[in-house]
């Protein structure tokens, strides 16, 4: 019999103890676990990286009903982190303890002022999204935990792209080559980028040299900061650009790069920067269309403009597979800020399919342009109620849309009582075919009859003309109608 190697967790414990490395403050992290176990590895990976967990698993009613005052007197000190740990089997009285968590939101995000990973199946974290929403709104991007990866057909065209540029890179190094060096040293951080193998990035970046001046450099730097969620730094590094005597393509890049930080840090300031220089792009890109498309692209990701990068869509379609695929991808982010997710699902699986069905999809450049657009793109759905393979969003959506469930937080803030009480009002057609008739005013009623009567009077005086007969007859009928008529 052939015995596996055991299952190894290295790589999404990693990812999450970088975004406790990154946070300053407090920060819901969701951690979708397939099981206790799992969460329980996971604490203890983190303390063995100097990020003592304080730790919650509430297994009773008691237990789940002091949830709130146990994370408010939870101190996890400089460094530390706070877990709560659900499972798949929860007690009924779960709601009314998510209930007094979203209640005391703000206070215990005052108290901890760590992150607080929020640990559990699909089914926890959804029923977390629906009992406590003012809570749940203020996650960070979700993580998922999932054993290290062994299938050499899905990681094949990407390590052999690395292997390649490995390759290339020493030979440049041997031949004190520096154009190729730096060329080289950008595709091989471009493709560790994309696997995430962040730490082998950054170390082959610092090795340098990096030349002064070199706007692909810089801007592979930025993306490398921006994946680690280093905003500071990828600021820093957007500060030094542009420069004089930049390529057009350069200039729309830059001005993407801002257009995309500004939206990351939500920030009004860096969105006006982000416009005039992708403003300026557009003005200096002249006759090269694909530098005019990815300005577009930058002011649509400024202004989430749909219209904008439909434009610059129509415009790519001109240029190359490769940019097309770029703007689709930008444009799938800017219809899941707009709460369009179906359509920026329907981008985002195709990408993901004409990705993995070829190594050659576009230039090096592009296809690393596409995997950072297509982060943005899930991480926008995560966020919403979009479906998102790292998180359990399609759980989320399946479960409101089956119920046709559309809450506002200040509503559902109330409990899961109110909410329901709303959702089942009859709606106004309902109401209307259930009331019963209401006649006409006894006013209108009394003229009606009046009226009626005189213009049977008139038809019996005319009696011996059969027109007018019949004109009175109908016009006193049509007031008896008025004096019957249904005004509901």
């Known amino acids: 019999m052939k015995i596996g190697r055991p299952r190894t967790y290295d790589h999404a414990f990693g990812a999450v103890e970088r975004v406790i490395a990154l946070t300053d403050g407090f920060a819901l992290v969701p951690v979708e676990v397939d099981g206790p176990d799992l969460a329980h590895a996971l604490v203890a990976h983190l303390g063995r990286c100097g990020h003592p967990c ?39 009285t779960t709601g009314a303890g998510l209930r007094l968590v979203n209640q005391r939101r703000d206070s215990i995000a005052a108290a901890i002022q760590r992150p607080l990973l929020w640990c559990g199946p699909p089914s926890f974290l959804a029923l977390t999204w629906e009992r406590a929403p003012d809570f749940w709104s203020v996650r960070t991007v979700g993580q998922k935990i999932e ?4 299938d050499d057909r ?15 890179l020493e030979d440049a190094r041997s031949q004190r080559d520096t154009d190729r060096e730096t060329n080289f040293r950008t595709r091989l951080v471009q493709n560790l980028i994309h696997e995430d193998k962040l730490d082998e990035a950054e170390r082959i970046a610092r090795e340098g ?60 300031e860096l969105r006006a920067l982000a416009r005039r220089v992708a403003h300026d792009a557009l003005e200096s890109s002249g006759n090269d269309a694909q530098a005019r498309t990815l300005a577009l692209v930058a002011l649509g990701r400024a202004d989430r403009s749909v ?7 129509d415009k790519a379609k001109g240029v190359s597979p490769g940019l097309v695929a770029i703007v689709r991808a930008h444009l799938a982010v800017v219809l899941a800020e707009n709460h369009e997710s179906q359509a920026a699902r329907h981008h985002v699986k195709e990408l993901d399919e004409a990705l ?23 991480h926008a759905l995560a ?65 009606s009859w009046i009226s009626a009567a005189l213009f049977f009077y008139m038809a019996y005086r005319f009696h011996e003309s059969p027109l007018a007969v019949a004109v009175f007859t109908l016009v006193a009928i049509a007031w008896l109608w008025v004096a019957r008529a249904d005004t509901r």
């Open 54 to 92: 304080v730790v919650f698993e509430p297994l009773d009613e008691a237990s789940w009903g002091r949830l709130a005052a146990d994370l408010l007197a939870a101190a996890p000190g400089e460094r530390g982190v706070v877990a709560v740990i659900g499972r798949h089997e929860l007690p009924s």
């Open 147 to 150: 054993p290290d990866t062994t």
């Open 154 to 168: 899905a990681s094949s065209s990407e390590s052999a792209a690395t292997s390649k540029y490995r390759s290339l």
């Open 209 to 268: 040299p990096w030349p002064e001046g070199d706007v692909d450099a810089e801007l592979t730097r930025f993306a490398l900061a921006s994946k680690r969620q280093d905003f500071v730094e990828a600021e820093r590094i957007l500060g030094t650009l542009p420069r004089p005597g930049m390529r057009p393509d350069q200039a729309a890049e830059i001005a993407l790069a801002h257009a995309v930080l500004a939206e990351k840090r939500d920030s009004p």
């Open 307 to 313: 219209k904008a990068l439909h434009s610059a869509l």
């Open 356 to 378: 993995a069905a070829t190594e050659s999809f576009g230039t090096p450049a592009e296809r690393a342009m596409l995997v950072t657009a297509l982060d943005d793109a899930k």
């Open 383 to 447: 966020r919403g109620l979009g479906e998102h393979d790292a998180s359990p969003m399609q759980t989320i959506a399946s479960r409101l849309g089956s119920a046709g469930v559309r809450e506002s937080r200040a509503e559902t803030s109330k409990g899961s009582a109110v909410a329901s009480a709303r959702d089942e009002r009859p709606t106004l057609e309902t109401r209307v075919a259930a009331a019963p008739p209401r006649r006409a005013p006894a006013r209108v009623q009394v003229v």
